[in-house]
């Protein structure tokens, strides 16, 4: 049973160049970046602070960027292949849903168009009444009222009810996996555990789901497995329950050690100090050497400076410190 | 359409250029209906230099022809070669700003700094030299250059626009839904993208008029082609200052900033209803 | 940090010679590719002028030609033009004055139209941003709307259009103001006061005509700025702070528009002069602006090209100035 | 504990094309001497505006339609803009939201702090640094940060020196409006712990907003829950987190997600407009334990018990 998805040794570079003759400035997004979801239906939550280069992965498995180096396997073909061979077939089977409600549907046109092109777009329906009743279970199966929903234009709907209704989308297309990039980012505390509820059911459908967060609470509540990521590299992964009650690697422990517990007999017990590292602004590596997390790191040893540390098993997780 | 009520300023822009353009229209009717068939350029037709009378509301001029109806026939010219000439100017200007903001680096970098070297240059000395030169310029020959001027201007307030709306999330989720390049640009882009067109275009019409009324009133280009421009020329050099016919230099130059205030508050009426904070502030 | 200043400066230096280049080498391709050469020409609007027989102007012709070294292929003429252009600034003699050549009449010129233009735009600019400012930052008070109507009209007329008006008013029907000229004729020159007051008597009313279009156009998009200024969130926090109003103004408000009006500035150089050759033409100042249309009428191809390369030069140099100040009003250019 | 700042049935409206926004339709709240007030709510709640309106930083289209904000003794709202100037940063300072430009872009660091303190006490330039270095430095940051721009610093420190800026006079209250918002997840637990330890260094009371109860949890001593508008409980933290009395604070309390619990319920509904809010208590559409009175009465606010206010018909007849 080969890999649903595959990404091995990815990088990504970003040069940032200017028309008169400047030298290019470098910036590794992702720096050999790999890691899999099998065949069975699962929620994979990847985990990363802001420019850890989780949106990037995001957009290398959806080819709307090229990968640097290293390969992407979609079911065990490379992407490239799918995008110039089935396109379609491609992009029935992997959908997103994006970060930002108010920007996903065009202001031109009322919201029924996105659910009446995928309609057309990969011929799911025979004729109009079949495509109507599709677009209606689609819209109840996210607990949205066709009536209430139909027929308006994106700026009458809700923050929430528009995010819902990028899932009926996705409902309707059936895909095998759903990229989801910080989806309840943009909403109110109250309205995302119904959202994340419809992505723990589509599991049942069989979809499985790629959750991109910056936000450990959410990632526990709906993932199975989960990835953390940091500055272009994943540094840990394993079994939810097991990575957050026992974290491996340091970062991980400070995630998880900095995220406040709703409550008041559980305050924080120790005080960050500000390491001056943090003055400046970080996104992405320039240099490759060594341990990414070398300079905010308490454990930090003489090796971790020039070495890259391998991914290494440890029970069911796996972790790249030297620690270890 | 809901602009109206908010933006007053370009309600009253939209009221004044339709006037003038349904004026510019009518010209024919109107001045065979004044001159019994006679063309409003023919010299001699009536006497020369009479003060303002109910049959020529603005007199006439030393050639003895009546300025009312020169005035709608200048008002057409330029009306005429500001929009093939505009048209013109935005058309380069759409396109290569969407290369531009579509492709972007390299071809962007490039094509903006074109564009901005023309901006610099002083273009009115090098289009008179041009003109000057050429032995024969017809309005086909005049609004080329006009255009190849004025395109840089249009071109710098569409690209912007552009470069974002490609940036925009739903033109990502159409390219996830397997929409072509073709079908992101016209069906999801261009839309988007029409009011920003109009802005362009408007910008391209104001700058092709002034810098035409400014060629003709010096005496460079198509003599047989009476602009208004050519109708100031015409009183210059006919020395109506001098001889106080104050009304054949004035009803040229109001009726031309007229059209250039009128054009203008309709871009800012634009402006105010699109652009947010703007908005906000004028409590909309 | 300095290095790197330096660098930033070097490229666009160079990003600015080579635009002159380019724009200058399409324009001498442009005009020798067009029919018909300008000695030609010249010679036959002298014909039609004066009605020299036809047989003559040949040999009258192919003499200028040779004198003007016309008569060589196109590349040679323009590496020879290029060479007495960046060797000696010699643009050739000039048709009409025939020994003088063409640099001496513009350098004779030249000061005329720098003085008027520069005091001209500099007036406007920082005129503009005041109104602009005080617009944008009390917009209830009374003066406010009359204003901004009046701006959005003058900013739109274009200023060859409104030195016409105020020729025709203030010259010719109150006679208050010269017709024209810089100086009146019978004027004793020298560094004594009369002849300043002549000076800034004639050159008041073009100046104006430059002044009310530019300084309305720059306050009208001063507003603009300030108003979006006034929704960022440093503003406030700067009022949370219990700033002077002064203070706020100047040090938030102005100073986050200097950069926009900066560039608004350079771009609009163009622009500017271009309205500047007609409104001397119509005050008959002797500025570049008058020698070009002159020139114009003599067909004298000699001075008409080297008044435009002048023009490119100065503007592309004025850019190149402005961008140097780029560092210095926003830090974050510095990077 | 004596009040220290009273507001009274605030109200701040923005105008639209389509009437009125009441975004704050009738706040009442006491603030006590040196404790940190927490400000719950959702987004569209006006927990912001209610901030906003206490120190009279409301912009066009909005206006402060009525209300009281006493202090020490006086109604802010009735004095000048100029003896309101007086007593800003001196006596009342604000900690901006943690988004991208709260500092000004094209001057350095240290003009915006001294800016700050030359307006209110007349002292030359070199005293003004000093006490903003000294500031620099409660707040852990190095003394060459001053010479920086405000755009060479991550997001996290730029929110540090604005909470530096903020205690540099060493005010009465201060108030924070979302300060650790935009923040990653360290940066955040760094400014809330700074901002937690204000009451204790520096003897100020801190008026926090903030949508995540967490952070509430971790450094509020009471807190307020807002919801359309309006004030629905107020109480101690550990009243609120353990005797929750209104539903809406019930509810909000279950749908935060956390390491502590895999499950989180959300409240059934979308949240009204301020075009237009429900009849009576405006949380009845969403309300599980609605009542027929409760679609016409809007439920005053009363003291069920010492210190812990609820605005609910269920405890209307005690």
Redesign the interface.
Known sequence: MENLLELKNVVKIFTRANFAFSREKVIYALNDVSFSMDAEPKVLALVGESGSGKTTICKLILGLEEPTSGEILYKGVPLYRWLKENLKEYRREVQIIFQDPFETFNPFYRVDRILWTVIQKFNLARDNNEAKSKIEEGLEAVGLRAREILGRYPHQLSGGERQRFMLARAYILRPKLLVADEPVSMLDASLRAVFLDHLKEFKRNGISCLYITHDLNTAYYISDYILIIYAGKILERGPVEGVIRNPLHPYTKMLINSIPIPDPNKKWSDKVNIDITQLQKVSGRETVDGCVFYNRCDYAMERCKDNIPPMKRVGEQEVSCFLY | MRIF??SP?FTVGVIIISILIVIALLEPTINNHRLGGHSSTEIGLYETSLPPSKEHPFGTDAYGRDVFSLILTGLKYSLLIGFIAGGLATLIAVVLATTAGYKGG?LD??IT?VS??I????????L???V????KVDLFFLSLILAFFSWAGSS?QIKPQIASLKE???V????????SDIEIMFK?IL??FLPYIFVGFSYAV?GTM??E??LR??G?GPADIPSLGQI?NWALYAGA??Q?H?FL??TP?VI??LL??SI??IN?GL?EVYNP??K??T?? | MKNKLLRYLIRRFFLYLIIFLISLTAFFFFLNLVPGDPVTRYVQELEARYGLATPVSEEIIKEYKEAFGLDKNLFARYTSYLKRLVLNFDFGPSFVAFPTPAFQLILDAFPWSIGLLGVAVIVSWTLGILLGTILGWKRESKGASFALVLGLILSQVPTYLLALILVMVFSFVLGIFPMGGAYSPLIEKGFNLRYIIDLLYHAFLPAMSLILVYTFGTMISQRALVINILGEDYIKLAEAKGLKSNRLISRYILRNTLLPQTTGLALSLGFIVNGFFLIEWIFNYPGIGRLFMTAIRQMDYNVLMGITVNTMFWVLTANFIIELLYPLIDPRIRR | MDTILEIQDLKVYFRTIFGDAKSLDGASLRVYEREVLGIAGESGCGKSTLVEGALKLVKPPGYIHSGKVLYNGRNLLELDDEEFRKIRWKELSYIPQGSMNSLNPVIKIEEQMIDGIISHIDISYPDAKEIALEALSDVGLPSDVAQMFPHELSGGMRQRVCIAMSICLRPKIIFADEPVTALDVVMQKLNLQTIGELKERFGVTVVMVAHDMAWHAEVADRIAIMYAGKIVEIGTTSDIFGKPLHPYTKGLLDAVPSLERRFSKSIPGIAPSPLSWPSGCRFHPRCSYKMGVCEEIDPPLIEIEKDHFVACHIYGGR
Do not use: C, H
Request: no cysteine; net charge positive.
């Open positions: 009520k908010s300023k390299w970098a490039f700094t901005n070297a901006l610099i240059i002083p273009s009115w000395p090098i008179a030299i041009i000057l030169f050429v032995r710098r925009r999330p739903y990502e989720l159409a390219r996830v839904t397997a929409f999801e839309p988007n104001t002034m810098a009324t400014a009133l010096v460079l100031l200052l001098a106080g104050y230099v004035l130059i031309l900033i250039f205030v203008n508050l800012v402006d904070r703007l906000q502030i409590g909309v």
